[in-house]
């Protein structure tokens, strides 16, 4: 069995323990889970396990960045920089909340948790969290220039832009999860219907922008 | 000596102690201040500060619920139910980002830090977070609602409202405390400036909505 356990090469194998792991901190959250556990429902060896990832902070650890990993991803392939900045803004916030409605619980785990463990959790997070700024920026930057190479807002108003969306998407992302009986499209609909109502207030002089 | 400190109410001698105690953790950090350093910033003895607030894990809880209490105050006050909505957005997210500015050393340890220090304190920013997402729905709510008692949007999309300011402004925050150069009201010229230039793009036809 270790045998065949070594002809998968080294990416495939660590990513089944971590798909594994993903499950097993999600089902029994950080402190429960065991490393005996992960390597279960890996088909995997202890002691392969630990070859591989080292302890069961390192496991957790690679479960963050790879979940991160995911998510980004996900919103790059949702997002394209030749559409209108506004059909971006809501293709990421619909892919963003399905992934966190699909993942509701290693969400939960990954991110709602991990955040406030302290070291070296914490840290990991924070990192995760400055990719997702990177990569959302970059994302705003090329959604606000036109075909032309003009720009739409500075560059510096583009990452003001990008914060907005984060702190917006991580603040409803909390909401979602607390309700339930919303769906991630339905929640879309509410935030672009608001978008309409402030535009509307706007342009029929109800709202006063100072 | 002891006397004479005795003679102060109990809450006016909590708040010295707390003051005293925000000004050494936002200099020193939580792990390097001591309860001694604490006594001597607020001119009480070591044992009286035990004697109050039992250990320097409760003095830091008490900071963190104390500065909560302040940035809620703030906003409070600065935003008027019966003013436009969107005025009172303007209004809240400018004092809340002056309140950053001027307390960026103690926002800097009692709310960046201490949401990633693991428990208890990681529940105390969680709980201060929810006594402002109450609060600032409660704003929205009042603040959506028109003279005749008629609502511009549902309660529920007043709440999502409120988690969108909450996130963009806790987002907005991190950045306005990366970038020293830009100033709270500036920043808030700049939200307010990206709000017109997506009015003017759905109005004029070049933005789309879905």
Do not use: I, K
């Given at each position: 069995m270790a045998t065949k356990q070594q002809r998968l090469?080294?990416?495939v194998r660590e990513r089944q323990m971590i798909d594994a792991a993903v499950r097993v901190f999600s089902h029994s959250g950080y402190h429960t889970a065991s490393v005996e556990e992960i390597a279960e429902e890996a088909g995997i060896s202890k002691p392969m396990v630990y070859i591989y990832l080292g302890s069961k902070e390192r496991l957790f650890t690679a479960c963050i960045h790879r979940e991160a990993d995911r998510v980004v991803e996900a919103v790059r392939a949702a997002v394209h920089p030749d559409e209108p900045p506004e059909l971006g803004l809501w293709s990421g916030l619909r892919v963003?909340?399905?992934f966190v409605a699909d993942n509701r619980d290693s969400w939960a785990v990954l991110y709602q948790h991990?955040?406030?463990q302290g070291e070296p959790f914490a840290q990991?997070?924070?990192a995760a969290r400055c990719r997702v700024i990177e990569e959302v920026t970059r994302l705003v930057v090329a959604g606000t220039r036109l075909p032309g190479g003009e720009r739409i807002v500075t560059e510096r108003d583009a990452e003001i832009l990008a914060r907005i969306a984060i702190g917006a998407a991580d603040s409803l992302s909390d909401w979602l999860l607390e309700h339930p009986e919303e769906s991630p499209d339905s929640l879309v609909d509410?935030?672009?219907?608001?978008a309409l109502v402030g535009v509307e207030r706007y342009t029929t002089?109800?709202?006063q922008p100072f």
């Open positions: 090469p080294r990416e963003f909340f399905r991990a955040r406030t990991e997070v924070s509410r935030v672009t219907n608001l002089g109800d709202a």
